[in-house]
């Protein structure tokens, strides 16, 4: 581990077991290559779509994830409440109303004595309709000003306007502001002028021949019916998306980000 540089993987929402099968393929070696020191992954599709399960997790955790970030369909895995007793280090966002069991960012302190706050948030836009990300963020990034992490967030959003807004409100306050849910990978990461890493969508680890992970005849029959289906996952052409960070640990400036968009079988 680099004193001065910490590298971070963030893979973009594990779709079903399509996702979790290309994540087992891909990431170790992945980790391998770059010399990651921390990895994050996007959980609240896990589950055939609907959060995560225990024997998931356990999964992620064994092929090196740090930290697993949830959103909107985390809350449909109804044993919920004793997944989050047993692992802290699964999030769920923050700006869900109080009451709600499970935390929304956490605090991790690394070998070499870098601690790292990974925060969850949702949007609102076209969403449910939760408390305000940006007021809760101010108020955790007051929260753990004292140990002064490096802190990656993820924000769970449908709208690119509220995802880039997000952006521009933390440019220099956060390393990296990295955007998941709409299950498409966007050509923006950048780095913003006081540092902050950021791209609009991570995009989908799962299979891509579908509509955003569900078989495309349901999708088909849905939007042109107007009626219900049964969700149905898709299973084809599963690709493992992600983005790769380089975050200077002195100035907590991200000096790199690039997106990561593989086949499976390479
Ligand atoms: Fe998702
Ligand atoms: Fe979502």
């Known amino acids: 581990m680099n004193q001065n540089l910490l590298k971070v993987l963030f893979v973009a929402d594990v779709v079903g077991k399509p996702g979790c099968d290309i994540l087992e393929e891909i990431l170790p070696t992945l980790i391998d290559k770059h010399k990651a020191d921390f990895v994050v992954a996007n959980g609240e599709n896990a589950n055939n779509g609907k959060g995560i399960t225990d024997k998931q997790a356990e999964r992620f955790f064994k092929l090196g994830v740090d930290v697993i970030t949830g959103g909107n369909h985390t809350w449909e895995n109804w044993k919920l409440k004793e997944l989050f007793d047993k692992y802290s280090n699964i999030l769920r966002p923050a700006n869900y109303p109080e009451k709600n069991v499970g935390n929304g960012y956490k605090s991790i302190e690394l070998k070499n004595g870098i601690t790292v706050t990974v925060i969850n948030l949702q949007g609102r836009t076209f969403m449910t309709p939760i408390n305000c990300p940006?007021?809760?963020?101010?108020?955790?990034?007051?929260?753990?000003?004292?140990?002064?992490?490096?802190?990656?967030?993820?924000?769970?959003?449908?709208?690119?306007?509220?995802?880039?807004?997000?952006?521009?409100?933390?440019?220099?306050?956060?390393?990296?502001?990295?955007?998941?849910?709409?299950?498409?990978?966007?050509?923006?990461?950048?780095?913003?002028?006081?540092?902050?890493?950021?791209?609009?969508?991570?995009?989908?680890?799962?299979?891509h021949d579908s509509v955003i992970g569900m078989d495309i005849n349901t999708a088909l029959h849905r939007f042109i019916k107007q009626t219900p289906r049964k969700f149905t996952m898709a299973t084809d052409?599963?690709?493992?998306?992600?983005?790769?960070?380089?975050?200077?640990?002195?100035?907590?400036?991200?000096?790199?980000?690039?997106?990561?968009n593989l086949p499976e079988g390479l």
């Open 134 to 207: 940006f007021q809760t963020v101010d108020k955790i990034l007051a929260e753990i000003e004292e140990i002064s992490p490096l802190i990656i967030v993820d924000f769970h959003a449908e709208a690119t306007a509220e995802k880039i807004a997000l952006g521009w409100y933390l440019d220099g306050r956060v390393s990296a502001v990295l955007g998941t849910h709409t299950h498409v990978q966007t050509a923006d990461e950048r780095i913003l002028p006081k540092g902050t890493g950021y791209i609009t969508d991570l995009g989908m680890t799962g299979p």
């Open 237 to 260: 052409n599963k690709r493992f998306n992600a983005a790769f960070l380089e975050i200077e640990t002195t100035t907590k400036k991200c000096i790199s980000i690039n997106r990561i």
